[in-house]
């Protein structure tokens, strides 16, 4: 799957929810719009074994923009769709054992200087990815109050950052028993090599606190790999689970 058709898909589904307003104006849309911010992780789903320790981590400040339409079909059943600007990272240390890696040290010589093995030691990484992202759900009302979400998105990746560094440790050439090199302190620079898109899935829950003021809280659960499978630097599948928390305004009811 490429982001032609990701577009496609998400053309197609708003053309279908804008046609199916049409058809039935006598029901309302409803507009909103919201801020807030992501807090989570880029990761495998589980700590890989090759993973020792981990010393530190700290979530980045991932801010969300978003603006959502909401056509119900009665007082309990919707369907909806976004748009919004969001950010997704984090920073992280560990001490690694046998962990791939395959990458050329910033500043270094592509023809030369690549390092491709099995490294022991000091890992840091830092990962800050900002999204254009379409989320599409279904809503469920279980009270005056309470309202439920669920749903896929697609998001196509306007800026990535993966950064970080090995350290204070030694590198197997292409195998776990290779030839030991010493690594004192090594930069990485991954940021080419993240995928230009990303889909996946979205839970969330919405509480009213006035007419036109409710605070959400959800979950977003990526399916795609950060790293494309045939140029991926590491090992590991890491993806995006991500919370996000935030504050929703109505705009308004359209018939």
Same mark, same amino acid.
């Given at each position: 799957?490429?982001?032609?058709?990701?577009?496609?898909? @998400?053309?197609?589904?708003?053309?279908?929810?804008?046609?199916?307003?049409?058809?039935?104006?006598?029901?309302?849309?409803?507009?909103?719009?919201?801020?807030?911010?992501?807090?989570?992780?880029?990761?495998?789903?589980?700590?890989?074994?090759?993973?020792?320790?981990?010393?530190?981590?700290?979530?980045?400040?991932?801010?969300?923009?978003?603006? $959502?339409?909401?056509?119900?079909?009665?007082?309990?059943?919707?369907?909806?769709?976004?748009?919004?600007?969001?950010?997704?990272?984090?920073?992280?240390?560990?001490?690694?054992?046998?962990?791939?890696?395959?990458?050329?040290?910033?500043?270094?010589? =592509?023809? /030369?200087? +690549?390092?491709? *093995?099995?490294?022991?030691?000091? +890992?840091?990484?830092?990962?800050? $990815?900002?999204?254009? /992202?379409?989320?599409?759900?279904?809503?469920?009302?279980?009270?005056?109050?309470?309202?439920?979400?669920? !749903? @896929?998105?697609?998001?196509?990746?306007?800026?990535?950052?993966?950064?970080?560094?090995?350290?204070? !440790?030694?590198?197997?050439?292409?195998? =776990?028993? !290779?030839?030991?090199?010493?690594?004192?302190?090594?930069?990485?620079?991954?940021?080419?090599?993240?995928?230009?898109?990303?889909? !996946?899935?979205?839970?969330?829950?919405?509480?009213?606190?006035? +007419?036109?003021?409710?605070? /959400?809280? *959800?979950?977003?659960?990526?399916?795609?790999?950060?790293?494309?499978?045939?140029?991926s630097p590491m090992q590991f599948k890491m993806r995006n689970y991500?919370?996000?928390?935030?504050?929703?305004?109505?705009?308004?009811?359209?018939?």
């Amino acid at each position: 799957m490429n982001i032609k058709l990701i577009l496609i898909a @998400c053309i197609s589904a708003i053309s279908l929810f804008t046609l199916k307003a049409q058809e039935a104006v006598n029901k309302k849309i409803e507009w909103s719009m919201g801020v807030g911010f992501n807090i989570g992780a880029t990761a495998p789903l589980s700590v890989p074994q090759e993973v020792r320790s981990i010393d530190l981590y700290s979530p980045n400040v991932n801010p969300n923009l978003r603006l $959502n339409a909401i056509y119900n079909f009665d007082e309990k059943w919707g369907a909806g769709i976004g748009l919004q600007y969001e950010t997704k990272g984090m920073r992280v240390k560990s001490q690694v054992k046998h962990m791939y890696i395959n990458f050329v040290p910033v500043g270094g010589d =592509p023809k /030369t200087d +690549n390092l491709e *093995g099995y490294f022991v030691g000091k +890992n840091s990484s830092e990962i800050s $990815n900002s999204y254009l /992202t379409i989320p599409i759900y279904a809503t469920y009302r279980i009270s005056n109050k309470w309202r439920l979400k669920g !749903g @896929c998105y697609f998001s196509n990746t306007l800026k990535s950052k993966f950064t970080g560094s090995v350290s204070d !440790g030694y590198l197997r050439i292409y195998s =776990p028993v !290779g030839d030991k090199q010493i690594i004192d302190f090594e930069e990485f620079d991954f940021s080419e090599d993240v995928r230009d898109y990303d889909i !996946g899935f979205i839970l969330d829950a919405e509480y009213k606190l006035t +007419n036109r003021i409710s605070i /959400t809280g *959800g979950l977003s659960w990526g399916m795609m790999p950060i790293f494309y499978s045939e140029r991926s630097p590491m090992q590991f599948k890491m993806r995006n689970y991500y919370g996000a928390f935030g504050i929703s305004y109505l705009l308004g009811f359209f018939n």
